[in-house]
């Protein structure tokens, strides 16, 4: 390998310091070999630096994708709470239903409920009262003291009763309940009347009421 002056264009041997024509000081090989080398490493700084900005964003999307899920796998525990909340009130609603006003069991079986005739006159006067309330009893009181006074069925009085009330309701477009109508009768009917007497104190009753 040669080395040409810069100065006078003669070549030189590569060990050279000086020209051997004009002895002017000729460049240094070496030096030029680490300006490349420098080059070469400020290349590779470069790819260097790419690869980590790539692997930094791998990283960044990766993270985000991961609070993302975390978030998602979050709301999905609060909603099967949220569920369990709910089917845990529902059953709590069913037992105090069942205990309640579900009606009776007994051996896992649930057994029928026989409404009392005062139950019935009390739901056709729009009050939904349970079979043991006070109101049910009332109802049923009145009915067992003027059947008694009219010799007949407790379901007698009662259908004499709605009978008044449905004519009141439908011809007069008057509103009275039956408890009205049973209070009146047993305040005013004496022992040892009949159904028919009964009857005829309706049939007043609808006359002074319409």
Do not use: W
Not at 109 to 138: A, P
Not at 152 to 163: G, H, L, Q, W
């Amino acid at each position: 390998m040669k080395i040409k002056c810069p100065s006078c264009g003669f070549e030189n041997e590569k060990d050279a310091r000086f020209c051997e024509n004009c002895e002017e000081p000729l460049p240094n090989p070496y030096a030029i070999k680490s300006k490349n080398e420098d080059q070469s490493f400020k290349h590779t700084s470069d790819e260097d630096d790419k690869t980590i900005n790539r692997i930094e964003k791998e990283e960044r999307i990766r993270a985000e994708a991961k609070v993302k899920i975390e978030k998602e796998i979050k709301e999905k525990e609060q909603k099967k709470q949220g569920m369990g909340c709910l089917i845990f009130l529902g059953i709590i609603i069913l037992i105090a239903f069942i205990i309640f006003g579900g009606g009776d069991y007994e051996n896992g079986e649930k057994q029928s409920v026989e409404y009392s005739i005062g139950y019935k006159l009390c739901v056709i006067d729009g009050d939904y009262e349970r079979e043991d309330s006070v109101k049910v009893r009332r109802y049923n009181y009145l009915l067992e003291n003027l059947a008694q006074r009219c010799s007949c069925e407790e379901i007698n009085i009662a259908d004499i009763s709605v009978a008044a009330q449905k004519i009141l309701r439908e011809k007069y477009v008057k509103e009275v309940k039956n408890i009205t109508l049973l209070e009146a009768a047993n305040e005013d009917l004496a022992y040892g009347c009949t159904k028919d007497d009964f009857t005829k104190y309706m049939t007043l009753a609808i006359q002074l009421l319409k």
